[in-house]
């Protein structure tokens, strides 16, 4: 049973426009979600976290939403980069040590 | 600071064969977990420890499993491979597990 869901394997976004990575999850227990980014040979990196007390956080150009109710988070990031060109993940947890990820979702930004 | 350093960065076995993996987390974390990363099924949760304790446990087979020691290193160790253990292990260390997670950058696994 996949918890975390990112139901687009993949996104092309042009330079300069906003990329909209979204993620779904099924546990209402889930409390603090975080998105992490990875490039090819590199482990994930953090990128942005949000408490479930809030309903949004910005650092810079990401900003990550989100929705108790309709267990939905979404991750923008305005403006897109090539650098930004990677694989995104978002993870959950309920306090348990225990982060469950999503499947990834591979961001193209084009030049 | 130095980052989480995992070893050996690639490694090639043959079924039936073991392996031991190696995790070195950031200096002051103490909490070490494992993850394996396959192709269309993202991060899975092997376990977690902290102060040499395992705290929570993933739902792999037995044939999976792990340890920290005194100084806060983890290894994980994998008997009688099988094909689909080709993948990608993950180790990150936290503070105390409740934090975010740093990763290494990975022990890729080939079975033959």
């Known amino acids: 049973d996949q918890q975390v869901k990112q139901n687009s394997p993949s996104l092309s976004v042009q330079e300069g426009r906003i990329s909209i990575l979204n993620c779904d999850y099924t546990n209402s227990m889930f409390d603090y979600f975080l ?68 499947t990834g979702t591979r961001l193209k930004v084009l030049a | 600071k130095a980052g989480v350093t995992q070893t050996p960065r690639y490694l090639i076995k043959t079924r039936g064969q073991q392996v031991t993996l190696s995790c070195s987390p950031i200096s002051g974390h103490r909490s070490v977990s494992w993850y394996q990363q396959t192709p269309g099924q993202g991060l899975q949760f092997l376990f977690e420890y902290f102060s040499e304790t395992q705290r929570n446990k993933g739902n792999f087979p037995g044939r999976f499993s792990g340890r920290q020691f005194s100084n806060s290193r983890s290894e994980m160790n994998v008997s009688t491979l099988e094909l689909g253990d080709s993948a990608l292990y993950l180790c990150a260390s936290s503070l105390s597990g409740a934090n975010v997670l740093t990763f290494g950058a990975g022990s890729r696994l080939t079975v033959l």
């Open chain 1, 35 to 102: 998105w992490y980014k990875k490039y090819p040979a590199e482990g994930p990196t953090f990128l942005i976290s949000i408490s479930s007390i809030k309903d949004k956080n910005e650092d810079g150009r990401f900003t990550v939403f989100l929705n108790k109710s309709a267990k939905h988070l979404s991750l923008h990031i305005v403006p897109s980069q090539p650098g930004d060109s990677a694989v995104y993940f978002c993870a959950a947890t309920s306090g348990t040590y225990k982060y469950i990820f999503g």
